[in-house]
């Protein structure tokens, strides 16, 4: 059993698909460990994606990810940090595979729905970085 972290980002949120998104991973074999509907702040964002600060998109992701309350998760299955991907689709809607998470429910490359763990040892970090582990059932 593998856990990963997922985030329904702003633009999903705003559209009242919540639940329409988990449905996708418990219809598929994954589980809803740990969930909580928060708002970013400017740190927890620019902490969250620090990876990425040197990327030309980076601002313009951090006033998308605190532009609204998201959804973070703990979803727990065997394979789940691929299977959350494949779930997802591509960053970029446009190329996301039909019936993906993305394919239906993303705007563009930078409102893009959802944020999955990459792999088992972001997912630690990104797990950790979010829940405590009395929250993760
Ligand atoms: N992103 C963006 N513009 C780009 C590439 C990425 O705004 O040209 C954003 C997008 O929200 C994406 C996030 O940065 O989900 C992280 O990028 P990554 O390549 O890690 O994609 P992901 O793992 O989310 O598919």
């Known amino acids: 059993m593998e856990k990963t972290l997922s985030i329904i980002k702003p633009d999903a949120v705003k559209k009242n698909v919540i639940g329409k998104i988990i449905d996708r991973f418990e219809s598929n074999g994954l589980r809803v460990a740990a ?13 969250f994606y620090a990876v990425h600060k040197e990327r030309p998109f980076f601002g313009e992701l951090v006033e998308f990810m605190i532009s609204g309350p998201v959804v973070v998760s703990v979803l727990e299955g065997e394979n ?28 563009s490359i ?28």
Request: proline share 3%; aromatic share 6%; charged share 30%.
């Open 35 to 47: 969930i909580k509907k928060i708002q970013l702040s400017r740190a927890d964002a620019e902490a």
């Open 80 to 107: 789940a940090v691929a299977k959350n991907r494949e779930l997802m689709g591509a960053t970029d809607p446009k190329e996301a595979a039909p019936g993906t998470i993305r394919a239906d429910f993303a705007e």
């Open 110 to 137: 930078d409102a893009n729905a959802v944020h999955g763990s990459d792999s088992l040892e972001n997912a630690e970090k990104e797990i950790a970085f979010f829940f405590a582990q009395r929250e993760i059932l």
